[in-house]
């Protein structure tokens, strides 16, 4: 049955999410540890990149701080579950809260009531994409609290917006000193609305691989710019100095009302977790 094959897949996509940050966040690690001369920011790399083999190789999660469960999706006119999707990966969260196991997450905003198992009114956070396919693909994405604390918004007059965009980045980096675990990923979105700039900015910032560019030149070279910049700050891992403060940054936009100019600003820690998986209607599936 197709839905048992989404579920099955599900699964072992928040596993693989869970224990370990992406592969690519991994080799930025070890490549900043190569080229860290702070000889305390060397030994924090050293023990992330330690904290890593043991979680792979233990097959548990890599940080205690088993994040918010996100799914980034994309559905395929053509796959015959669609209103199923929800109910089926909000299961697998269930399931593998309790086996893997992690660390319950999801709690009322009033009540403080915890359900214990990764779920709840908005829990797991969907964002679904419908495209021309036969296909479901998505990417689950546990996003920690620690990182979610220093982020920020604004709504700026866009005749000030481009002169102010770097100074507010530099300054949300510094008012979030250690607290996102730092080497970050600092995602930018840019948009009409806050709410926009900030879907924006959490895309950016999580789901997008290290060392890529934003393919338009100029958005690329301000990434580029950005990130010397921060690393420029001396903060360093966990705050101890150094020379890698972020591992990249990364700027989506979508099309602004005339009047306003919106920023998002969202960090994503040294463990930024992703996986994802593409399953066909006939039954077949990849893990991405």
Request: hydrophobic residues 40%; contains cysteine; aromatic residues 8%.
């Amino acid at each position: 049955m197709l839905d048992q094959t989404v579920l099955k897949v599900a699964k072992e996509v928040i596993v693989r999410a869970s224990i370990g940050p992406a592969l690519d966040v991994t080799s930025a690690l070890k490549k900043a540890q190569e080229t860290e001369e702070n000889e305390a920011a060397k030994v924090q790399l050293g023990a992330i990149l330690k904290n890593i083999e043991l979680s792979t190789t233990e097959k548990a999660a890599v940080c205690q701080d088993t994040g918010f469960p996100n799914f980034f999706i994309k559905l395929g006119d053509r796959f015959p579950l669609r209103s199923k999707i929800y109910d089926i990966l909000t299961q697998a969260v269930r399931e593998v809260t309790k086996e893997l196991p992690l660390r319950p997450n999801t709690v009322h905003p009033f009540t403080e009531k915890n359900p214990g198992d990764n779920t709840g009114v908005g829990a797991p956070w969907f964002e679904v994409e419908l495209f021309d396919g036969d296909y479901l693909e998505f990417y689950y994405v546990p996003k920690g609290g620690g990182t979610e604390l220093p982020s920020k918004a604004f709504t700026l007059p866009p005749g000030i917006a481009m002169k102010e965009l770097p100074r507010l980045v530099l300054e949300a980096v510094i008012d979030a000193g250690p607290m996102p675990c730092p080497p970050v990923i600092v995602g930018i979105g840019i948009g009409p609305s806050v709410d926009i700039a900030a879907k924006l900015a959490k895309k950016a910032a999580t789901l997008r691989p290290v060392g890529s560019r934003h393919p338009e030149p100029e958005i690329a070279k301000m990434e580029e710019e950005l990130l010397k910049a921060i690393n420029k700050l001396g903060m360093g891992v966990h705050g101890v100095g150094g020379r890698v403060t972020a591992l990249d940054v990364h700027i989506e936009y979508v099309y602004r009302h005339p009047a306003t100019f919106s920023i998002g600003i969202v960090f994503s820690c040294w463990a930024t977790r992703r996986a994802g998986a593409r399953v066909y209607s006939d039954g077949r599936y990849e893990f991405i």
